[in-house]
């Protein structure tokens, strides 16, 4: 039950794009179409940004998008938003358990 | 409107219990697989486990297994979580959540478990 890999950080000016990768394996990532993603502000409770690799939550901005190949799943931030600087968490159905990622810091510079 | 309550988190020493619950409201309780999920202090996030709608299966991290039981009681709409063997490491905020397949839209505020002497 190994955490998921993403990069510890990431940036990007206002209005760019900011991609960041989540490797698993082929018992969790690779194996399964649930893969998530949370955004996690500051002292507040995590979100539901994407669920079952790229679908959107109602009320989560277009902006957000997941995709997948193979054993790394990805979630791009189009048209970065000041708002949008937080931690950001993948997660991924594993058969009997569930495994977050390690945690991407976005930075808006 | 969903709402979890998690109560019970506390400051106890290593190799105590600790006995978490979440009061769930806003949502056929009964229906939908619940689990736990925690965070240590300035870090990232760790699925605990999960138990199905009736509460006839159970699953837990690796980290958790033998020492943690989660139960549920539909009667009720609570999600409980029995934590024996405490360990320093154990201490987190742990959130009751509400989802399935690691995909939980639904999350409490959380308790805060300190494990310290």
């Known amino acids: 039950q190994s955490a998921l890999t993403q990069p510890p950080s990431a940036s990007g000016s206002p209005g760019q794009s900011v991609t960041i990768s989540c490797t698993g394996t082929s018992s969790d990532v690779g194996g399964y179409n649930y893969v998530s993603w949370y955004q996690q502000h500051p002292g507040k409770v995590p979100k539901l940004m994407i669920y079952e690799v790229s679908k959107r939550p109602s009320g989560v901005p277009d902006r957000f998008s997941g995709s997948k190949s193979g054993n790394t799943a990805s979630l791009t931030v189009s048209g970065l938003q000041a708002e949008d600087e937080a931690d950001y968490y993948c997660?991924?159905?594993?058969?009997?358990?569930?495994?977050f990622g390690t945690g991407t810091r976005v930075t808006v510079l | 409107e969903v709402q979890l309550l998690e109560s019970g988190g506390d400051l106890v020493q290593p190799g105590g219990s600790l006995r978490l619950s979440c009061t769930a409201s806003?949502?056929?309780?009964?229906?939908?697989?619940m689990a736990w999920v925690r965070q240590a202090p300035g870090t990232g996030l760790e699925w605990v486990s999960s138990i199905s709608p009736m509460g006839d299966k159970t699953a837990y991290a690796g980290s958790v297994k033998g020492r943690f039981t989660v139960s549920r009681d539909n009667s009720k709409n609570t999600l409980s979580l029995q934590m024996n063997g405490l360990r320093v490491e154990d201490t987190a905020v742990y959130y009751c959540?509400?989802?399935?397949?690691?995909?939980?839209?639904?999350w409490g505020q959380g308790t805060l478990v300190t494990v310290s002497s």
């Open positions: 959540v509400k989802g399935s397949r690691g995909e939980y839209g639904e």
């Open positions: 806003g949502f056929t309780f009964s229906n939908y697989l």
């Open positions: 997660c991924s159905h594993a058969g009997a358990y569930n495994v």
